[in-house]
């Protein structure tokens, strides 16, 4: 009875965040009961939601050689190995645990979304709809389920999975967000969802979190309908709530920044590389919102060619083998470079193979590997480069109207944050153009709206591809998943509305635009 009461007391300080006292509670009920593969698990999974992955792994490990079906035990270990990159052993210990019970459903939603990160949309699809067998009404796999069809581009069953979570609970504001994303709110059968956000709103009962989504959700929706000031209203509600409940901190990226400029100085791009891929590679880059989405879909409708979307694997190889302390260390990269085999490169290759690949050249259209063009150029020399530009006012107006899930776009919701990461953006990119002039293709957003024929075959013409009509109706090809917040702009053919969008907000954001270097 007594060991229960200590294990109610570490769920009390893990429902607090406060995982510090929960893994020293732990600790000292594993000393007094060093068989007890429960508290192993609890320990390993305080560990994990603290983000210490790596420590959380022996922990879980042992829970499951005390316990050799604690399906729980396999299920945390494999979300570990997924978050280090250790993706057959991810797999292997999801299979594991479904193999002992195949109705576990936290497992098989998260099976699924190992089976989306690594682009197997079908299968992900078949894992979510299987957990709802056992738990039709389960808000969590429903959402799953709602963004795997919206990133397939099935809006429609994406539309009616959102409804029927709004139909349990009218408080899921996630779920308001996302179908705000499909509803074209200018369509009269769109208004009664508008009012209904509404009053959803008004509710002083929303945690900060709710508000945040509900209040880009109106935001976009007053958009639709041109009240521009009353878009921005909720706009400004949203990123501020944001900005608080993110840590960020500018310095970080200045010293990033910095760091890259001094490590490869001195590198002579013409006397290095010798490093071989297994696949052409096309990295698309630029700042977020800048057109790299509208860049992929267009290159991945060409029949030789497969896009896998926003990749993390270079940025996460970059940072485990040649980062300390947040920075790039130049001694780790002069080592791989003249090393027989890049670890960099055998990292990225190792991950692709979880792939479905089955065309012999891949884009990789992660918008900031920008900051990552010196490793591109040495350890993937036969890739190319593009590199989408656009309107400042208008890529930093659109970052400000979004909501983006991952961390590493946390300074998106301040104005000064975003008028600064521009400016180092153009810090880093005049320095990568200085160093390699030939080696990076400027793709322009508005050229490309103007003039498509002629720009997608200069497009394709760079990368050596023959030129293919179906480049020039990417929106009708489904090849490729969208995960990013350009979803359905880039499932629509090129328009030009999106030019010039900032002057609806000019005297909201000039401030921002004030600070943006010419």
Not at 348 to 368: C, G, M, R, S, T
Not at 422 to 447: A, C, G, Q, T, V
Not at 472 to 477: C, K, P, T
């Amino acid at each position: 009875m007594e060991l229960l009461k200590e294990i109610e007391k570490i769920h009390y300080n893990l429902k607090k965040k406060d995982y510090e006292k929960a893994i020293s509670q732990c600790n000292i009920l594993i000393k007094k009961f060093p068989q007890n593969s429960y508290l192993y698990n609890l320990c390993g999974l305080a560990l994990q939601q603290h983000k210490r992955i790596q420590a959380a792994i022996p922990y879980f490990e042992k829970s499951i050689s005390l316990e050799p079906n604690n399906i729980f035990a396999r299920n945390n270990l494999a979300n570990s190995f997924k978050i280090i990159g250790k993706f057959e052993l991810c797999e292997k210990l999801y299979k594991e645990a479904l193999s002992i019970d195949p109705k576990y459903v936290k497992c098989l939603n998260n099976y699924g979304n190992f089976k989306q990160l690594i682009n197997d949309y079908d299968a992900a699809i078949n894992l979510y709809e299987e957990a709802l067998k056992s738990d039709e009404n389960n808000f969590m796999i429903l959402m799953s389920l709602a963004a795997c069809y919206h990133a397939v581009g099935n809006f429609k069953l994406a539309e009616n999975t959102i409804q029927k979570i709004l139909k349990l609970n009218n408080n899921i504001m996630s779920a308001h967000k996302l179908l705000s994303s499909i509803y074209d709110y200018n369509k009269a059968e769109n208004n009664s969802h508008l009012e209904n956000m509404k009053e959803i709103s008004k509710s002083q009962d929303l945690s900060n979190e709710q508000k945040i989504d509900i209040s880009f959700a109106l935001a976009k929706a007053y958009e639709d309908i041109s009240k521009y000031d009353e878009s921005f209203k909720y706009l400004k509600i949203a990123n501020d709530l944001k900005k608080k409940a993110v840590n960020y901190d500018i310095k970080k990226e200045e010293n990033l920044i910095d760091s890259l400029i001094n490590a490869f100085d001195e590198v002579d791009f013409t006397k290095l590389i010798n490093n071989k891929g297994i696949k052409k590679i096309i990295f698309v880059c630029g700042m977020p919102r800048s057109g790299t989405t509208l860049v992929e879909q267009i290159l991945s409708s060409h029949n030789e060619v497969e896009g896998q979307g926003e990749l993390i694997y270079l940025q996460k190889s970059i940072k485990d083998n040649q980062f300390e302390n947040d920075l790039l260390n130049k001694k780790l990269l002069q080592e791989d470079v003249y090393s027989a085999r890049s670890k960099l490169a055998d990292d990225y290759y190792n991950w692709l193979k979880f792939h479905k690949i089955e065309k012999d050249i891949i884009v990789d259209k992660a918008p900031q590997n920008f900051k990552w063009l010196g490793f591109i150029k040495i350890f993937f020399p036969g890739s190319k480069i593009i590199h989408c530009n656009r309107n400042a006012k208008d890529i930093c107006t659109s970052l400000y109207k979004n909501s983006f899930a991952s961390s590493d776009l946390d300074w998106t919701y301040s104005e000064t944050d975003i008028a600064k990461n521009y400016n180092l953006y153009k810090k880093i990119i005049k320095f990568w153009k200085s160093k390699m002039p030939n080696d990076i293709y400027d793709l322009n957003y508005e050229e490309l709206v103007n003039n498509k024929e002629e720009q997608i075959t200069k497009l394709l013409d760079f990368c050596g591809l023959k030129f293919d009509q179906q480049c020039l109706n990417h929106h009708r090809s489904k090849k490729t998943a969208i995960k990013t917040v350009s979803v359905t702009q880039a499932r629509k053919p090129i328009y030009s509305s999106s030019i010039n969008k900032n002057q609806f907000y000019e005297k909201n954001l000039n401030d921002m635009f004030s600070l943006l270097d010419n």
